[in-house]
């Protein structure tokens, strides 16, 4: 289905956000893997994509990286808006299929890489050529929030440009932000609690 904020791509996503993420939750923590990040469009995801779609001139001839990817929504916006190559990287080897699956359905050419890329400096590994990096929905958790927002400055500060979209997450960033653009995002009742939350896109500033 389309996400309700980007009608103009496809994903594969479960239909009933409760009784999968419950399913999977169980089966997937008894062995010992994350919950099923992949099977939704987050808020933030959601957003940046919006803006990256409505901001074509700022991503044409661009590379890009969507750090925790998820399904791959901000990559695949990424590249319909002109980027000249988006790789979606992700921890969690069921994201990278629902990757490959959503590229497949949209008809365009995502890289996916499944590791964990947080360090890795500005131009050497996954991160050599990459100019813009794009992270949808990050800042749920204290410790990576605090690991990603670190890196992702160091990132800024050696040249790159980084978004972030967030829907108010408890460790999201409170200073050394640019807002860029404010959505109102539908969500499932079943797993925001709300069906809507206002979301924001960040450019990241260096400190
Ligand atoms: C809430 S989901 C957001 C997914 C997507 N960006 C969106 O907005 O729909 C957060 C994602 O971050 C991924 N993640 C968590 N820690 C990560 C890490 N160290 N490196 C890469 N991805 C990570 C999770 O596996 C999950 O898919």
Known sequence: MPPPLVPELRLHTAEEA???????????????????????????????ARWLLDHAGDVRGRAVLDFGAGGGLAALAAVKAGAVRAVAVDIDPFAATAQRLNAALNGLAVEVLEADIVGTPAGSGVLAGIDLVVAGDVCYEAAMAGQVLTWLRGLVAAGLTVLLGDPG?????????????????????ALEDRTMRTTLVWRLLAS
């Open 18 to 48: 409760t009784d999968l993420w419950q399913a999977t939750e169980d089966e997937l923590n008894a062995a010992g893997l994350p919950p099923p990040f992949w099977a939704f469009p987050w808020a933030g995801g959601q957003a940046v």
């Open 169 to 189: 997450r408890t460790f999201a960033p409170t200073q050394g932000l640019e807002e860029l653009a404010s959505y109102q995002v539908p969500t499932p009742l």
